[in-house]
Structure formats: structure tokens, C-alpha cells
């Protein structure tokens, strides 16, 4: 069972809380498609000009990172000898009721 409080006095909150989220994902969707119509603009160059002026850049860039999947099969125990463990907490609001 997990530990809850009535929180009844926050419902414009929480009506508020689902509007931003709603608005957040419309927007996600707006930026996406206006970032792909200006990257296929660019095709392979790096950047964008708006009257001889660079206004976006789309560089390529390298990042070395460890395949924990291969190091785990490969080495077991090196991997589990460097595994941590983090905890945080996650906030969901959760679908549902009379908001």
C-alpha cells in the first residue's frame, strides 16, 4: 500500500497541471515538424542563414560511450562490480477522476 494524503484543495492545480501537459505535447509536435522542414533544408550543410546571418547549426558529433549490454556478456563481473544503484522519485499524475 502506498502512502497518500488528500490533496481535495488542489484541483485547479491539477486541472492546470493537465492543460500544460496537454499544451506541452501540441507544441512537441509543432517544434518537431518545424525543426525537420529546416533540417531538410540544410541537408548536409552545418548551419542556416537568414540574411547572410547563421541562425541554426546542425553539426555532426562523436560521443564514446561504454555498451553496458557487450560488457555485461563479456565481462560479468567486471560489470556487476561497477553497477550502482540511484533512487529518485518520479511524479505521474495519474488519469482518471473528476478533475
Same mark, same amino acid.
Given at each position: 500500500?502506498?502512502?497518500? !494524503?488528500?490533496i481535495d484543495g488542489l484541483k485547479a492545480q491539477l486541472a492546470l497541471l493537465q492543460?500544460?501537459?496537454e499544451k506541452k505535447a501540441e507544441l512537441a509536435e509543432i517544434e518537431a515538424s #518545424?525543426? #525537420?522542414? +529546416?533540417? #531538410?533544408?540544410?541537408?548536409? #550543410?552545418e548551419a542556416g542563414t537568414i540574411d547572410? /546571418?547563421? !541562425?541554426v547549426t546542425w553539426?555532426?558529433?562523436? /560521443?564514446?560511450s561504454i555498451d553496458q549490454g557487450k560488457?555485461?556478456?563479456?565481462?560479468? =563481473?567486471v560489470a556487476e562490480e561497477?553497477?550502482? +544503484?540511484? =533512487?529518485?522519485?518520479?511524479? =505521474?499524475? !495519474?488519469?482518471?477522476g473528476d478533475q
Open positions: 500500500m502506498i502512502d497518500a !494524503v488528500a492543460h500544460c501537459k #518545424a525543426r #525537420a522542414a +529546416i533540417q #531538410a533544408a540544410l541537408g548536409d #550543410a547572410g /546571418r547563421p !541562425v553539426k555532426f558529433v562523436k /560521443r564514446r560488457l555485461k556478456q563479456l565481462h560479468p =563481473e561497477c553497477m550502482t +544503484i540511484s =533512487e529518485s522519485r518520479r511524479f =505521474e499524475h !495519474v488519469s482518471g
